[in-house]
């Protein structure tokens, strides 16, 4: 695992003070090994965090160069033996993963990016042509940002030494901020500051004579459809995918860790790295998180706010599974949300489930756990449920009616939200539509003119226009402006465990684009080609179970036992100008107090999920707003 930056003029030679602040600010990650390289006008340094398993550690790989070209990548290639037959080159396990990019790059230009399978990113300085190209994956684990002036073009796959290269000119963006606060994908590859962008998966950039080209390699929504002789092969080639999916990225691990729920695609993911791991009489360690404290009374039925109840039996079920419980009983909410706006150096739509998964990093790393398995994108290939053919009764009298509630529809929930429509209507001062879940302030959302910038990008507030068909499918497993391997790849850097999502595999995107709708809604079961596959490999319990988890079930709790430091912090942003012109305080105060007075209502699992949000937008305009606001 590496973290690469680098710098690039146009006019004039690097200042030396601007390469030590892009240093300075990746050291904290403690690298192995380290190398630089330096000319007149550009300035590469790629550092090694944890131990590599395979023959690639040599600090003289780290920045390769072959014909007046330089190339530096945090890569995990799975197509070798593919690519190095198309090079006509012996397999060779000597070639570093530097050497073969830049082969490639000599062969095919600029665009051998759509050749390479795996996670990784990639920048290569061509000194004859003065031209950097930077590049990655398609939806991996990974991030590479850059931040382009009219003198420089600097780039890292961590964003803070572009933060610090210049930290006086650094502004908020405003636009990523409130997608924050109400949790609208704002389609863009804006990062939480106006100077510095992010690198669209499947996409790379050109730098040329100071000008900045953008091109998209791979586009998801272009694999064709997929006809085979019967539903078995469906299956069977399923199968095979999804276990090269694994395989791919565990294949160099010593100490393998996996995240484990009681949802599918975690429990497939740590099922199929079992079964590998069992073939060499190697054990994995599962990781499972659950609430410090029964929650589940005041969680419907269909919740499962413990999800050890499926993740024990399926570490027992599997034989070579060493299973860890997390609690997080020692996790400060509101410290962890500070520390976690430390590392990713930006507002977390998610803050209230950071506690867990840096107490899974902990407890992982005490382990020494070298990769850890996730499957956040699971939802959209692996346990995709396909989309209903044609219009369902109760999907056609939900339209008629125009009902947009979130709870389940019924007679009561549907005079519920007559209801509460009609006092809307009548009401002249009618709250927007975000109301309910954010706490962005009035003023801000209109000097913004929020509600046009969400209708320019087919954002719909109340979250109930989603999309049943092919499009809305590729909508969900394609997203154009994903961030989410960021987040991972920021974890796997603070910790130096290498971490992968089998999920967001490019192959097994592709096959699970390609595989006709009938194929998820087959004989009367719903994620058909799962179950099918997974058959006597995944408990019955599990296969057949009707509920679905929840994590930090117990957030409202754990706010209730930090009572006096949430209510000190919140009283702390009344004296800030900037956090009370892009927040509501005074709302915020009141969403405490209502979690205080009964942590167990049914409500107040979302307000705790609101306000850990609110919190962590607040907490980053603190951090900034002393050069930034000038309202």
Request: net charge neutral; proline share 3%; aromatic share 10%.
């Amino acid at each position: 695992m590496n973290l690469f930056s680098g710098i690039h003029t146009f006019q004039s030679q690097i200042l030396n003070e601007s390469i030590d602040r892009l240093k300075m600010s990746t050291r904290k990650f403690k690298p192995l090994q380290e190398l630089e390289h330096r000319e007149v006008n550009l300035f590469l340094e790629n550092l090694t965090l944890n131990k590599q398993i395979n023959k690639e550690d040599d600090s003289h790989h780290l920045i390769y160069s072959e014909n007046d070209c330089w190339v530096v990548s945090n890569s995990r290639i799975d197509n070798r033996e593919e690519l190095l037959n198309l090079l006509s080159l012996q397999v060779n396990d000597h070639l570093s993963d530097n050497a073969l990019l830049l082969k490639m790059y000599h062969e095919y230009g600029n665009e051998f990016v759509k050749k390479i399978e795996g996670d990784w990113t990639l920048a290569i300085w061509n000194q004859a042509k003065q031209e950097l190209l930077i590049a990655r994956d398609q939806l991996g684990i990974s991030a590479l940002y850059y931040r382009l002036t009219d003198e420089y073009m600097a780039f890292s796959t961590y964003i803070k030494g572009l933060i610090e290269i210049d930290s006086h000119s650094i502004k908020i963006d405003e636009v990523y901020l409130a997608g924050i606060m109400t949790a609208w994908n704002t389609q863009s590859n804006n990062t939480a500051f106006v100077n510095i962008q992010y690198l669209p998966p499947a996409h790379y950039g050109l730098v040329k004579n100071g000008e900045f080209t953008l091109h998209r390699y791979w586009i998801a929504e272009n694999t064709p459809e997929l006809h085979l002789e019967s539903e078995m092969d469906y299956v069977k080639q399923f199968s095979d995918v999804l276990e090269q999916s694994v395989k791919n990225r565990i294949r160099h691990a010593k100490n393998l860790g996996s995240q484990l729920s009681s949802g599918f695609d975690s429990s497939t993911i740590t099922t199929v790295a079992a079964e590998i791991f069992k073939k060499d009489k190697k054990r994995l360690t599962a990781f499972t998180s659950i609430p410090k404290e029964k929650t589940s009374d005041y969680f419907p039925e269909h919740t499962a706010t413990d999800e050890s109840y499926l993740s024990i039996p399926t570490a027992q079920f599997l034989g070579n599974v060493d299973h860890i419980i997390v609690q997080s009983e020692n996790q400060s909410i509101i410290k962890n949300i500070y520390d976690s706006l430390e590392l990713h150096h930006a507002p977390l739509h998610a803050a209230g489930n950071m506690f867990w998964i840096h107490q899974i990093y902990l407890d992982a790393q005490s382990k020494d756990i070298d990769t850890m398995l996730i499957g956040q994108s699971g939802n959209t290939t692996l346990s995709w449920t396909g989309y209903p053919e044609g219009l369902q009764i109760k999907r056609l009298i939900k339209r008629i009616l125009g009902y947009k509630g979130k709870e389940k529809f019924s007679p009561t929930s549907y005079l519920q939200y007559l209801i509460a429509e009609i006092k809307n209507k009548l009401n002249s001062n009618r709250l927007p539509s975000w109301d309910s879940y954010s706490f962005i302030s009035n003023q801000f959302a209109q000097d913004l003119d929020l509600i046009q910038k969400m209708k320019e990008t087919g954002h719909d507030p109340t979250f109930s226009n989603s999309i049943h068909n092919k499009k809305g499918h590729i909508n969900f497993i394609n997203p154009l402006f994903s961030k989410i391997g960021a987040l991972w790849q920021d974890l796997a850097y603070h910790y130096h465990i290498s971490t992968y999502d089998p999920s967001t595999d490019k192959r097994l995107v592709e096959y699970c684009i390609s595989v006709p709708n009938q194929y998820y809604q087959r004989h009367n079961t719903n994620k058909w080609l799962l179950k099918t596959a997974m058959k006597g490999r995944l408990l019955g319990n599990l296969i057949h179970q009707k509920k679905k988890g929840r994590q930090a079930t117990d957030l409202a709790i754990r706010i209730q036992s930090e009572a006096s430091e949430f209510q000190e912090l919140l009283k702390s942003f009344r004296s800030n100008k900037a956090i009370q012109y892009y927040l509501d305080c005074q709302k915020m105060e009141t969403c405490l107090e209502r979690i205080l007075e009964n942590p167990r209502k049914k409500e107040a699992y979302n307000d705790s999920i609101f306000l850990t949000r609110g919190i962590s937008c607040a907490l980053f305009i603190q951090k900034y707003d002393k050069r930034l606001y000038k309202k």
